[in-house]
């Protein structure tokens, strides 16, 4: 049965909570902060997504899974738009979020250490960098960066000097 | 903000519909678009070949970067152009003759270090000249497209710096190789800092900045780290190789596209 094409937007952000990351299933696609507006033109539902990396090739799934999630809970008028600016930064990652990519084993992000072209430069100075990630297992500080790139775009390599566990951390941008 | 959101969820822009200037622009967007293809492609040639598990994954990433940067560039280029052309058919479709990239980034990946400084000399400009957009450009959609793309390169310049020092203070092995190999790409740098009648009706318009008044800065950062890692640039006394941006190429970009655009080509509209 078709569902009002006057539905609440409230009602469309729960809707689009149900919608999970692609590649890390256990955040949803309101949690990343990825999803920037949901209203109506005329009677067409549009949502705006913006992309987390310009080259992620989750965007193109996500949009899919927004799609279908819409049109499974009754809505036809659906119109995905790309918003590109703001450009998405990982300060919009939920508090909620954070705590269920811990749980997860991933990381997650600490707000304001985003690369700025210049941090790089102070890390070899001084031999060390100030970023202290905690190891999402076992929680000691104890840890050190593998690689600044890991196993999707979003994510560094790191591993624990404690217990000895890689994990990933979702670096900031 | 909601109001100046056009219906396709862009900014409007006046310029993106500007009769007059859609040639310079069209045209300053694929060189902006083919500089990012051309160079992603390059590395991702590295893709399951890096020397190590992290630099393979690295390169990868970073390419997958350049290449979103590209359907972003030749996107808006396609809009610009108003001829029904997207990112895919601009990528895909067009011979060497109407590329735009510089010289610098169709040249063969080499050996690690030839990849490393190439990227390195690349991002120092590219990271120039996208803070100045993103601050500075009077078209909202390149400013966006500029600061979305800003983020990554920032990364993209520290990895790069960091393994130029590295490799370049290591091993007198690692030193020779990164010496060879900017020994190699300095006179290919020369290009991206030269500036013609398309990039000053851009710049007039306010769009982009005079490629010429990047150079002092791009110099001082570079010969910052270069310093560091102890390389030498080579004197070339103002001699450096071009003819990208206009579309005269060295022999290796149809290499490329042959292996880029052979699927497209055989297989029109191909998809999965």
Known sequence: ?173 | MSDQIAASGAPQDPFVSDAALKPAFFEWLCRMGDNALVLGHRTSEWCGHGPVLEEDIALANTALDLIGHTQMWLGLAGEVEDEGRDADKLAYLRDAFKFRNVLLVELPKGDMAVTVMREFLFDAYHHLLLSWLAENSNSPRVAEIAAKALKEVSYHLERASDLVVRLGDGTPESHRRMQDALDLLWPYTGEMFEGDALDTAVAEAGIAPQPEDLKADWEASVQEILDEATLKAPETAGFFHKGGKQGRHTEHLGYILAEMQFLQRAYPGASW
């Open chain 1, 1 to 173: 049965m078709p569902a009002p094409q006057t539905t609440p937007a409230e009602q469309v952000w729960d809707w689009l909570a149900e919608v999970p990351d692609p590649e890390i299933p256990v955040v949803s696609v309101t949690e990343l902060g990825i999803v920037r507006d949901v209203r109506y033109d005329g009677d067409t539902l549009v949502v705006a997504v913006t992309p987390t990396y310009s080259g992620c090739p989750a965007t193109a799934v996500i949009d899919l899974m927004i799609e279908d999630k819409l049109r499974e809970k009754g809505m036809e008028n659906v119109r995905l738009e790309r918003r590109l600016s703001p450009p998405w930064t990982t300060d919009w990652v939920t508090a909620e979020a954070r705590e269920k990519l811990k749980q997860f084993g991933i990381a997650p992000p600490i707000d304001g250490t985003a690369a700025d072209g210049m941090g790089a430069k102070a890390a070899r100075l001084t031999g060390q960098t100030n970023l202290v990630v905690a190891c999402p297992r076992c929680g000691s500080a104890h840890t050190e960066r593998v690689s600044q790139f890991g196993s999707t775009p979003c994510k560094a390599a790191w591993r624990c000097k404690d217990c000895l566990e890689p994990f990933d951390y979702f670096k900031c941008i």
